[in-house]
């Protein structure tokens, strides 16, 4: 009988035990869930992981429609420049029901402002001043720390926001202030490497596709490049613009492969440190044309095999991602085309993602 008592002690321990590892098990399951729940989506570009991620990518789709109709193409970050959305505002809800993620262009409209302020307090302005600050309005700041201070501000003010996964910190540059940015944009990396140093730093560099299969790319355009202030790379190349009443070329004219322009890009680049390995390139094609908006000016859209083409080519240089411009833009207005009115454009999208997810396949298993 002791021993049957003793047998029975050792079970019920048993017993107690094993409901014990159970219900820790249950509490387990209960606060993954919970903390999976709370999570807004899976994340396909976590920011440690986004130099070496494929991104597919689009500029301003600014509305819930655009962002709709960019994802429906297959887009995945949205480059946005100016405040970016938050993530419990209408367009930052959308995102996150779409599994998008988002490129702060915050930084590099900021810059534009500050160096047209620079610009407007020389002496003698330059004549074409009014083209590159077209605004009426921008931020003004009293100084270079007034500046960097407004940087950190929204720095720290977006450090917890999911849906930012790099930030847009450069775009156009103006002749007359050539390199000016260089060193700004180092100290504007510092101050991503203390708050958020997780997400990248992309600057942008632009040139211009001309008839005759000719290119518009000046070194000094390079200037404000460093490793130092740029963590990648984004290259945007679209056909340049023209009097609206001169004869529109045909697009076969146009170097879409652009054989000839990213060479002497990626040249100007390495002369200053450029190395593709470390900071990598984002190729962005041009997906909008047409007459533009308030002038009489006209920029020759590409078809769809010549969105697919200039995709690929950027692909086959060797960018890890490739975004398209834009879903929104001063420039388009009604007589414009561009991904939310041209079926031409989102197929040539489309064809374009198809084909650089092609070839990075391809790339990967020869490389593996």
Not at 88 to 111: C, N, P, R, T, W
Not at 192 to 220: K, S, V, Y
Not at 305 to 316: D, P, R, T
């Amino acid at each position: 009988m002791t021993n049957n008592k003793h047998h029975y002690s050792i079970q019920r321990r048993y017993r107690i035990l094993l409901v014990g590892i159970i219900i820790l098990i249950v509490i387990l399951l209960i606060f993954s869930l919970f903390h999976w729940i709370k999570s807004p989506w899976p994340m396909p570009y976590p920011e440690k992981k986004f130099h070496k991620a494929h991104i597919i990518g689009g500029f301003s789709a600014i509305t819930p429609e655009k962002v709709i109709k960019a994802a429906a193409t297959g887009i995945q970050v949205e480059f946005q420049y100016g405040d970016p959305p938050a993530e419990d505002s209408e367009l930052g809800q959308k995102l996150h029901s779409l599994h998008m993620k988002v490129v702060d262009g915050f930084i590099a409209s900021y810059l534009h402002d500050y160096e047209c302020q620079r610009s407007r307090s020389m002496t003698s302005p330059p004549a074409t001043l009014s083209i590159y600050c077209s605004q009426d309005t921008y931020s003004t700041f009293s100084s270079e720390e007034t500046f960097l201070a407004a940087i950190a501000a929204h720095l720290k003010h977006v450090a917890n926001n999911h849906l930012i996964i790099g930030y847009w910190v450069l775009d156009d540059w103006v002749p007359w202030d050539k390199g000016s940015a260089k060193q700004l944009l180092i100290k504007i990396h510092t101050l991503i490497q203390q708050f958020t140093p997780d997400r990248p730093a992309i600057c942008g560099f632009g040139g211009t596709l001309t008839a005759n299969h000719t290119f518009g790319w000046a070194d000094w355009l390079a200037d404000n490049f460093s490793p130092d202030g740029c963590d990648e790379v984004g290259l945007y190349i679209y056909a340049t613009s023209i009097s609206a009443a001169s004869q529109i070329p045909s697009p076969e004219t146009y170097d879409w492969s652009m054989s000839s322009i990213l060479p002497v890009i990626f040249r100007s680049l390495q002369q200053r440190g450029w190395n593709i390995a470390k900071e990598p390139f984002i190729g962005i094609g041009q997906a909008f044309g047409g007459f533009i908006a308030n002038s009489n000016r006209y920029r020759l859209a590409p078809t769809s095999s010549y969105i697919e083409m200039q995709s690929k080519s950027f692909c086959a240089h060797g960018a890890i991602g490739l975004a398209f411009y834009a879903w929104s833009d001063s420039e388009i207005g009604a007589l414009s085309q561009s991904p939310m009115t041209s079926r031409e454009i989102e197929i040539g999208i489309q064809n374009g993602i198809r084909a650089c997810k092609q070839y990075w396949k391809q790339t990967s298993s020869i490389a593996n």
